[in-house]
């Protein structure tokens, strides 16, 4: 019996949970795009928690490879996704997602 | 000779390639001995084709050159048949075709198209010999609408004009009225008899039953196609139209020849219609109304070459009523000895139109019996063989036309009989205002007068010759004579002769042949009295016309009538087809459906805020909704 | 490897031509033109004159998919190749006194889009013949968008949507039909032609209207014919004649090979509707094209009235109709590029297309007075010219089918004559007016184009035979195989 196993599953079912709602709702009333950005990894993680505790429970290694994709994707997308917001910021001097509405009709 | 068939079109035809091609390196003479030579080959070998045709015992010859066209059971062969009646038109053809060939050398040598001329009339013989010579009913419609085209370039051989080109724009078309109905025709006979070989079609046609509705149908349309061509009511207004043609060409195809293709169609086909007693009735009635109805035109025209068209119109309506009462053998009679005095009358008004440099108007002729004396002297005989005087041509075809319509309908001959009357009337007004009295023209004009050259003059002279003996090949048994043609032509209509039987006594033919007779004198004497003993003098255009006299003259408004009834609201639909229907109905759909995709879109593409809180709101939402029902 | 030899060919030309610069490039689209038509007629030495299908060629392309590449001719698409390869030189000849901007691309585009039709006629796959079918569409709609007239972005547009949609009704209907193949389903026309013959009326129904909106539109028939005369008019002289001349033969080609065997019954259950739309074009297409001002536009007009008749003559489903068909198609291409040829070189002479500004040509320039005659003459179907035989075995076709469509598709015989000697009229005869008294005679290539046309038309009308010998048993051989 591992580390992990010595927490029942609820519990990361419920932590995982609860870190996952705080991204969403981090990403659908925060402006700020850093602070978004930070919710997303906050969601990801809290999959990646999920991910391990199950992978544990099941003795099943798949759901930890996974992780590592995860966190392979996230870099990458942390860095494009901060690429891009140093260009918003350089050209409109904000991190304020609402000015980006261009993208319309 | 019969093998060698096939040179008789073939020869015009060469003619056609080598002026077409080469006329204008060619000089006129050389022109002139090609185009007239190859016609002259063609009528010496359908001359040796007539006697070895006499001569023999089977007088039906088909001769195959290749297979046209094949497709399933139906197979058209490229063939042709000489039998009595094809090796009479042949004569005809070719012989007049050559004698008016002669004659253009004379009448065009000063046009400067001389060699297109000479070029459409040898295509014209090349057509107008297929339509008599195939063996079946493709290969005639091929001459048919054929002839048609070249009717179509000679109408409007001065294309300057518009009115001319007109004239030949409305010839082409009302023929092709006629054409459909003729190529349905073709259609349904070989949807019915499963051929259009003539052989095959006449001898299962024969085993039908008077009266049965396909042939009935059948005739019909072909009747139609001989309306048109024809120049029969309601399709005649094109041929007087269509002497704005040179003269040569109205006397070989708008008298002699093509106009007369629809007799010989019908000729041909005599089975089949005597098969059908209710196309013969329409046929007849056609006829003598069209007899009656032209002639009556033709008492008021003042252009020469109008006055004899009418009358062309006219007699080709006696020649349907001939064939309607059944009076085959008469209709074709009268074909011939029609081509003979119609195609002298056409060159010897040509040849006045000559001598009084171009103008046509007879009110402005008169007393050129002196000055042309040739001109007026084979133009007199041509009037009395068309007034049916014995013993010219005319008085025997006639004749044998109107005993025909006697024995079959009384009220046909009362007006056959008045058609002739007014025949007569009108011809010699035409000769008297024309030949008699003094002149009436301009000076210039008189000065100018002059017979005509030896080229023009030596065909009337052979032409007023065959329109005094031509009758004789048809002397009626009541006469003492034998009827050399009813005899020769009578293979090719044994099957309807023995159907319809002739049964007039020598007592009433003299009787009517005597009707005949005092009809014309009374017909020259009216003429006589008007125009020579009182002098009258037809009306300018500026002068009043009474009513009736304005009605014939204006010749019944027909070609009003025409314009408002079928070309205008033609063009007014066309218009309103192409304005409203097309582009704003059609078309109108079809933009519909694009601009309904578009207005579409612009509605929707409005939820594209571009507000990306808003963008990822509607995401967690769906995807919260998706989740939920996927675990309800 | 006939067959793939050209396919292809024309590609490897359109693709070397592009890198040809200067004067030569309509040289050498010429030649490569003339060596495709050569390649056919070497082809048409090989022919054996029965039913079978020969030259085949079959590989595998998209084996999962039932899908293969499979090429054959028979005598159908000999005639068809046969018309495309004979026409392409003769079009490309026609643009040798036009200068356009990149010829390299204009032409590599009228050689591709050859390859395109050829492919359509012989492809012996659904799936093959849909890609060819479409692909077609690229080089035209380039053709016409780049080179074409006034206003032409919207057109080309409303062309190529119209006909993509065309199209794609008829994948659906294709694919339904695979969905019904036997086995391991194929896109193989004998398992197509198969699968459809085994539906019941209803569905053969359904089939024979996916399939019959892609050829109506591409014909066009009415009432899917408004993209016709604006494209026509529009596109570049040699545009137009590759739709008129080639392109719309897809239609009815489509017809015999890809309608007729699919959905035999659904033929009885929509073919009158069709027969009726296509009468009600001819002679609808020809009463409008008595008023019409512009001559480019009264030739797209008669072109209606000539497919329409095309269409009903085939869908009776007999003998007289499906070769005069056969004959109808290649003689309609022979006259459209003639008339179409006449109309651009007009314009180019005298800088207008409006039939009434014109007049007196035949003054000024009696040669091409007659070329345009025989045409004319063709196009109103004289007998002895080749228009005649394909109308007399069509009407004869549609006669069998029904008395009443046939009397009044036979209008057109009557109207043609009207609207075309009216603008024959109006433009060559006449007085000679200040537009036309300059008209330039006939250059060397123009006066080849129509000689070569002339003759065509008249040696086919008078010796059709060859033609309706090549067709004749493959069209037996359908008809026979629809029969029951």
Not at chain 2, 129 to 147: A, K, P
Not at chain 2, 248 to 277: D, E, K, Q
Not at chain 2, 540 to 569: A, C, F, G, R
Request: proline content about 3%; some cysteine.
């Amino acid at each position: 019996m591992s580390a992990i196993q010595i927490i029942p599953i609820n519990w990361y079912l419920l932590l995982s949970t609860v870190l996952f709602t705080i991204g969403v709702l981090g990403v659908l009333f925060r402006r700020n795009a850093i602070i978004i950005f930070m919710s997303i990894e906050l969601m990801l993680n809290a999959i990646n928690l999920l991910l391990v505790a199950f992978s544990s429970y099941l003795s099943d290694s798949k759901g930890q490879v996974f992780v590592f994709f995860i966190m392979a994707v996230a870099a990458a997308e942390v860095a494009v996704g901060l690429a891009i917001l140093m260009m918003v910021y350089r050209n409109t001097k904000s991190t304020d997602i609402n000015i980006l509405n261009k993208l319309k009709w | 000779m019969i093998n060698l068939v096939w040179l008789v079109p073939l020869l015009p035809l060469i003619g056609f390639v080598i002026i077409g091609l080469f006329g204008k390196q060619l000089s006129k003479g050389l022109v002139g001995i090609i185009g007239s030579g190859s016609v002259f080959g063609a009528f010496a070998i359908a001359l040796g084709i007539f006697f070895e045709l006499t001569g023999k015992v089977e007088k039906s010859f088909t001769i195959d050159l290749f297979n046209w066209i094949s497709a399933g059971k139906l197979s058209i062969p490229f063939s042709f048949l000489i039998d009595p009646l094809s090796s009479l038109f042949l004569l005809i053809v070719t012989g007049i075709g050559f004698l008016i060939h002669v004659y253009s050398v004379g009448y065009m040598s000063h046009d400067e198209g001389f060699a297109r001329f000479f070029a459409y009339l040898n295509l014209f013989i090349f057509f107008m010999l297929l339509l008599v010579l195939g063996s079946n009913y493709l290969i005639m419609f091929v001459g048919w609408e054929g002839v048609g085209l070249c009717s179509y370039l000679l109408i409007g051989f001065w294309f300057k004009n518009t009115a001319y080109n007109n004239a030949a724009k409305k010839a082409f078309i009302m023929n092709r009225i006629g054409d459909l109905g003729f190529l349905l025709g073709i259609i349904l006979i070989f949807v019915t008899f499963g051929s259009i070989g003539y052989h095959d079609v006449f001898m299962q046609a024969k085993n039908l039953a008077s009266g049965n509705p396909t042939l009935t149908a059948i005739t019909l349309l072909l009747f139609v196609g001989a309306i048109g061509k024809s120049a029969q009511i309601p399709l005649f207004t094109w041929l007087p139209d269509a002497m704005a043609g040179p003269t040569p060409v109205s006397a070989l195809i708008h008298a002699a020849t093509m106009v007369t293709a629809g007799i010989y169609m019908i000729a041909r086909s005599n089975i089949l219609f005597t098969l059908s007693p209710f196309t013969m009735e329409v046929v007849a009635i056609i006829g003598v109304c069209t007899a009656l109805f032209a002639a009556t035109i033709g008492l008021a025209q003042n252009d020469i070459k109008k006055v004899l068209a009418y009358s062309t119109v006219s007699q080709l309506g006696f020649m349907f009523l001939a064939l309607g009462v059944g009076a085959y053998t008469g209709a074709v009679f009268h074909v011939m000895t029609h081509a003979f005095f119609k195609a002298l009358l056409f060159l010897g008004a040509g040849s006045v139109i000559h001598a009084m440099s171009g103008e046509q108007d007879i009110r402005r002729m008169g007393g050129l019996k002196k000055h042309i004396p040739v001109t007026h002297a084979t133009f007199l005989i041509g009037t009395l063989a068309i007034a049916g005087c014995f013993p010219f041509s005319g008085f025997f075809s006639k004749d044998e036309i109107l005993a025909g319509a006697f024995e079959h309908n009384k009220l046909f001959y009362a007006l056959g009989i008045l058609a002739a009357l007014m025949t007569t009337f009108y011809m010699f007004r035409l000769y008297f205002l024309t030949f008699r009295k003094s002149f009436r023209g301009t000076h210039e004009q008189e000065h100018h007068l002059h017979e005509s050259p030896k080229s023009m003059t030596i065909p009337l002279i052979i032409l007023a010759a065959l329109s005094i003996v031509g009758g004789f090949v048809g002397i009626p048994a009541a006469l003492g004579g034998t009827h050399f043609l009813e005899e020769f032509l009578s293979p090719v209509f044994e099957d309807s002769s023995f159907r319809i039987v002739h049964h007039l006594s020598h007592n009433t033919e003299y009787a009517l042949m005597i009707a005949a007779t005092i009809v014309m004198i009374i017909g020259i004497y009216i003429a006589y009295n008007m125009y020579i003993v009182k002098e009258t003098l037809p009306a300018e255009e500026s002068e009043e016309l009474q009513p009736l006299h304005n009605m014939i003259y204006k010749k019944y408004w027909v070609d009003e009538l025409y314009e408002n009834l079928i070309t205008k609201p033609l063009n007014f639909i066309s218009d309103a087809l192409h304005k409203v229907v097309d582009n704003q109905l059609v078309d109108g759909i079809v933009n519909g459906v694009g601009s309904l995709v578009n207005r579409t879109s612009s509605v929707i593409r409005l939820a594209q805020t571009g507000n990306i809180g808003l963008y990822i709101f509607v995401m967690v939402i769906s995807i919260v909704l998706i989740l939920l029902t996927r675990i309800m | 490897m006939i067959t793939l030899l050209l396919i292809f060919f024309p590609l490897i030309a359109a693709l070397l031509l592009l890198s040809v610069k200067g004067e030569q490039v309509k040289n050498i689209a010429l030649g490569a033109a003339i060596v495709e038509f050569v390649i056919s007629i070497f082809a048409l030495t090989q022919f054996q004159h029965n039913a079978e299908v020969q030259f085949e060629a079959i590989f595998p392309w998209i084996n999962s998919l039932g899908i293969s590449f499979h090429v054959g001719i028979d005598g159908i698409s000999m005639l068809m190749v046969l018309l495309t390869t004979f026409l392409v030189p003769i079009i490309i000849l026609t643009s040798f006194k036009t200068e356009y901007k990149n010829p390299a691309i204009f032409y590599s585009l009228i050689l591709a889009m050859q390859m395109a039709l050829i492919g359509v006629f012989v492809s012996l796959d659904g799936f093959l013949f849909y890609v060819f079918w479409e692909l077609a569409l690229i080089p035209i709609y380039f053709i016409c968008l780049l080179w074409g007239g006034e206003n032409r972005a919207k057109i080309t547009f409303k062309f190529f949507v119209y006909t993509l949609a065309g199209s794609l009704v008829m994948l659906g209907g294709l694919i339904y039909l695979y969905q019904h193949t036997e086995g391991l389903h194929s896109f193989n026309i004998a398992a197509l032609y198969k699968a459809g013959q085994a539906l019941d009326a209803t569905h053969q129904g359904y089939v024979f209207i996916a399939m019959f909106m892609a050829f109506a539109i591409k014909m066009p028939i009415f009432p899917f014919h408004t993209w016709q005369p604006d494209t026509y008019t529009v596109a570049p002289a040699q545009g137009t004649m590759m739709l008129s001349g080639i392109m719309l033969k897809m239609g009815t080609y489509g017809l015999i090979r890809w309608l007729l065997p699919l959905a035999p019954l659904g033929v009885g259950e929509w073919g009158h509707v069709a027969i009726i739309l296509s009468s009600i074009g001819i002679v609808y297409a020809s009463i409008i094209a008595i008023t019409q001002k512009d001559f480019k536009r009264l030739i797209a007009y008669s072109s209606i009235a000539h497919v329409g008749l095309i269409s009903a003559g085939i869908l009776a489903m007999n003998i007289q109709g499906l070769q005069g068909g056969m004959v109808q198609m290649l003689s309609h291409g022979v006259n459209v590029v003639g008339l179409f040829f006449i109309a651009d070189l007009i314009q180019k002479r005298t800088g207008t297309r409006e039939i009434a500004a014109l007049g007196g040509i035949r003054n000024v320039n009696p040669q091409f007075a007659v070329l345009f005659l025989f045409v004319l003459l063709g196009s109103v179907a004289l007998p002895l010219t080749n228009g005649f035989v394909g109308e007399f075995l069509l009407l004869n076709g549609v006669y069998q089918y029904n008395v009443w469509i046939a009397a009044f598709a036979g209008l057109s015989v009557i109207l043609g004559a009207v609207y075309m000697l009216r603008s024959y009229q109006s433009i060559m005869l006449g007085e000679t007016n200040s537009i036309t008294s300059t008209f330039a005679p006939l250059a060397g290539s123009e006066k080849a184009v129509l000689i070569i046309l002339c003759t065509a038309i008249i040696a086919f009308g008078v010796y059709p035979k060859p033609l309706l010998d090549i067709s004749g048993p493959a069209i037996e051989k359908l008809l026979s195989s629809i029969a029951h």
